[in-house]
């Protein structure tokens, strides 16, 4: 069964970057479309990236033009990068299939920015 881990969150202040890095344990990327999903207290868990398995990429409004998917399949990663990174995006950040597989959701990765 296929285990999900995500690194790369951290602490920086508002237009800073930040790198997120997803590890399948298995190679899933040629049966799932795969996403970038987030939660921050006291809000449900959103979808801001994803791309499907032929490549098409889709961004939420709220990190559209900042944020950037990508994935390494010969290497299994899934990548995110989020530039000029605001307040509002502070959140821990999940890696799973688009729609998520529910019983697969990982540790995440802590992304805050503070200033």
């Known amino acids: 069964q296929v285990r999900l881990v995500e690194s790369g969150g951290g602490t920086v202040q508002p237009g800073e970057s930040l790198r997120l890095t997803c590890a399948p344990s298995?190679?899933?990327?040629?049966?799932?479309?795969m996403g970038w999903y987030r939660q921050s207290p006291g809000k449900q868990r959103e979808l801001v990236a994803s791309?499907?398995?032929?490549?098409?990429?889709h961004y939420s409004d709220s990190v559209k033009g900042r944020f950037t998917i990508s994935r390494d399949t010969p290497n299994n990663k899934l990548y995110l990068q989020m530039d000029n990174l605001k307040i509002d995006d502070t959140a821990v950040y999940y890696c799973?299939?688009?729609?998520?597989?529910?019983?697969?959701w990982g540790q995440g990765t802590q992304v805050t920015v503070s200033a």
């Open positions: 298995a190679s899933i990327f040629s049966f799932y479309d």
């Open positions: 799973n299939a688009d729609p998520p597989l529910e019983n697969r």
């Open positions: 791309i499907t398995i032929g490549g098409t990429i």
